[in-house]
């Protein structure tokens, strides 16, 4: 069995999307640009109506999953084939946008705390076109397992201690762990080889990633291996493990479109003009 360990560390950038929504963007920016398969992810969290209240109207899709976890708050999804559905805390949404889909994500919610992650998966050149589906997790469908003394894992996909996340058929076989650790906690995570994967601390101060300290707001961008090395810190800490099997195609992107060829974008885009999403 070979140790991960981190490669490359990176901190989200200050932006903003939708209707102004501000948020950090720690992949899908100039310091990494996409990791193969996922393509972006963003941390919203701020406690000021200002920042979200306009939340990200109606918009289009083709190509990627858009995947949402919510932490606190409460967002309502709409799209145009009249799908709907709440994200509260705890709930995921992983969207298969496939051959095209407009929908918006709107605040339910007119004050108090709105924290999450979106998180963009790559399809492959042979599932871009596929019909569009939903997969809206509530949190009591979440397994929580403790595979060790004080360590509690939300297990959104893969498999983990005997148990297997609620998200199913995703051509990327993902792996989407929340890990909580309190101090002195320690644990070995069997993470399958051959796919790419991150760590990312989103509460308390720092963690152990395969034994170097990864600090709140970093990302840090695993090597090959086997098997990953995390234990707390000082405080109890959570961070973000995701992994997914790299799809080594061609990516054509243009903003809410992801294929493989500029062709498809221009097809993409002459579709969306046309009404045919």
Same mark, same amino acid.
């Given at each position: 069995? /070979?140790?991960?360990?981190?490669?490359?560390?990176?901190?989200?950038?200050?932006? /903003?999307?939708?209707?102004?929504?501000?948020? !950090?963007?720690?992949?899908?920016?100039?310091?990494?640009?996409?990791?193969?398969?996922?393509?972006?992810?963003? $941390?919203?969290?701020?406690?000021? @109506?200002?920042?979200?209240?306009?939340?990200?109207?109606?918009?289009?899709?083709?190509?990627?999953?858009?995947?949402?976890?919510?932490?606190?708050?409460?967002?309502?999804?709409?799209?145009?084939?009249?799908?709907?559905?709440? =994200?509260?805390?705890?709930?995921?949404?992983?969207?298969?946008?496939?051959?095209?889909? =407009?929908?918006?994500?709107?605040?339910?919610?007119?004050?108090?705390?709105?924290?999450?992650?979106?998180?963009?998966?790559?399809?492959?050149?042979?599932? !871009?076109?596929? @019909?569009?589906?939903?997969?809206?997790?509530?949190?009591?469908?979440?397994? #929580?397992?403790?595979?060790?003394?004080?360590?509690?894992?939300?297990?959104?996909?893969?498999?983990?201690?005997?148990?297997?996340?609620?998200?199913?058929?995703?051509?990327?076989?993902?792996?989407?762990?929340?890990?909580?650790?309190?101090?002195?906690? @320690?644990?070995?995570?069997?993470?399958?080889?051959?796919?790419?994967?991150?760590?990312?601390?989103?509460?308390?101060? /720092? @963690?152990?990633?395969?034994?170097?300290?990864? $600090?709140?707001?970093?990302?840090?961008? =695993?090597?090959?291996?086997?098997?990953?090395?995390?234990?707390?810190? $000082?405080?109890?800490?959570?961070?973000?493990?995701?992994?997914?099997?790299?799809?080594?195609?061609? #990516?054509?992107?243009?903003?809410?479109?992801?294929?493989?060829?500029?062709?498809?974008?221009?097809?993409?885009?002459?579709?969306?003009?046309?009404?045919?999403?």
């Amino acid at each position: 069995m /070979s140790d991960r360990h981190i490669i490359r560390r990176v901190r989200g950038i200050d932006t /903003s999307d939708g209707a102004g929504v501000k948020l !950090k963007r720690v992949i899908g920016q100039p310091e990494l640009d996409m990791l193969d398969p996922f393509l972006l992810l963003d $941390e919203f969290r701020s406690d000021q @109506a200002g920042d979200y209240i306009a939340g990200f109207p109606e918009h289009p899709h083709r190509g990627f999953e858009t995947v949402t976890y919510m932490l606190a708050g409460h967002m309502q999804h709409r799209d145009n084939h009249g799908n709907h559905g709440d =994200l509260g805390p705890g709930s995921v949404q992983w969207m298969t946008a496939g051959r095209g889909i =407009l929908h918006s994500e709107m605040p339910q919610q007119e004050n108090g705390l709105m924290w999450g992650f979106q998180l963009w998966v790559n399809l492959p050149a042979k599932d !871009k076109m596929t @019909a569009p589906r939903y997969q809206d997790i509530a949190p009591q469908r979440i397994p #929580v397992v403790r595979p060790a003394a004080g360590v509690e894992v939300k297990l959104i996909a893969g498999t983990l201690a005997g148990a297997t996340g609620p998200v199913e058929g995703i051509a990327t076989a993902p792996l989407y762990l929340d890990i909580g650790l309190q101090p002195g906690a @320690a644990l070995t995570l069997d993470l399958p080889d051959g796919r790419n994967g991150f760590a990312y601390v989103f509460e308390g101060e /720092s @963690a152990l990633v395969g034994g170097e300290k990864l $600090e709140r707001g970093e990302l840090g961008v =695993l090597s090959e291996g086997s098997q990953l090395q995390l234990a707390g810190g $000082e405080q109890p800490v959570r961070l973000l493990v995701v992994a997914g099997r790299p799809l080594e195609e061609p #990516v054509v992107r243009y903003g809410p479109f992801v294929m493989n060829t500029s062709a498809e974008i221009h097809d993409a885009i002459a579709d969306f003009r046309a009404g045919r999403f």
